[in-house]
């Protein structure tokens, strides 16, 4: 079974500083990922999602995220964060497996976004 | 195109009842989630309806959660004799299913429906 890993309950971050993200993932295989976005009293978002090929990928809002197989990791980057960015932050692991394609979700990081 | 819609957004009950919570996936998509988000916790799975398939039940917390799906689109989540422990924050996602692609894992979710037991 898979497993998702966010180290970080709460970040906080000042308006145009960089943002990094963790994620860390448990997974037999090659996992398929994803990042979702969650803004205060709104459902989740898609933000960005790795399947294969190249292992940076780009999503929406100006973010990206890198998938290292080595470090089993798929943290999620910002090189200027907006106070628009404020919001919980999911990443989530699928098994790469056609039929089963339940997807297990990590407990989330909240970013606070400072003047 | 209209996404995922949850109803009611807000749903306040007294415990022991009976509650109803109803989602409308996306039209076309056959996969479809229920998922549970306790105040400061990420996305518990609740179960799971995927095209024709016997439902993935694995997550239902108790026998007081069920869970239907009509005609292959419109779901609800039944809470039988609520406790305050259910309060929750109930999402439901959709996702296509069967095309063989892997869009088939992107869940596309609705607002949610805030259940309080009093």
């Known amino acids: 079974a898979q497993s998702v890993t966010q180290p970080d309950i709460h970040i906080t971050v000042s308006e145009g500083a960089s943002l990094e993200l963790r994620c860390n993932y448990s997974?037999?295989?090659?996992?398929?990922l994803f990042w979702y976005v969650q803004s205060p009293g709104q459902g989740l978002q898609l933000l960005l999602k790795?399947?294969?090929?190249?292992?940076l990928v780009q999503g929406i809002k100006g973010f990206e995220a890198e998938f290292k197989r080595s470090q089993s990791s798929f943290n999620l980057r910002k090189p200027s964060v907006h106070w628009s960015d404020a919001a919980e932050y999911f990443c989530a692991v699928g098994a790469a497996n056609f039929g089963n394609e339940k997807l297990t979700f990590g407990t989330g990081t909240r970013l606070t976004i400072i003047p | 195109g209209a996404g995922v819609s949850q109803s009611p957004s807000n749903k306040v009950t007294e415990k022991g009842k009976d509650v109803e919570l109803r989602c409308d996936p996306i039209s076309g998509h056959t996969a479809l989630y229920w998922y549970r988000q306790s105040l400061g916790q990420g996305l518990e799975f609740l179960i799971y309806f995927q095209g024709n398939s016997a439902p993935d039940k694995s997550g239902l917390p108790s026998d007081r959660f069920s869970a239907e799906r009509t005609g292959g689109s419109v779901s609800t989540l039944t809470i039988q004799r609520t406790q305050q422990e259910d309060s929750a924050v109930y999402l439901c996602?959709?996702?296509?299913f069967g095309t063989g692609a892997v869009k088939d894992y992107e869940q596309y979710f609705g607002p949610g429906t805030r259940l309080t037991v009093t």
């Open positions: 997974y037999g295989a090659t996992p398929y």
């Open positions: 996602a959709s996702s296509p």
């Open positions: 790795y399947f294969s090929g190249d292992t």
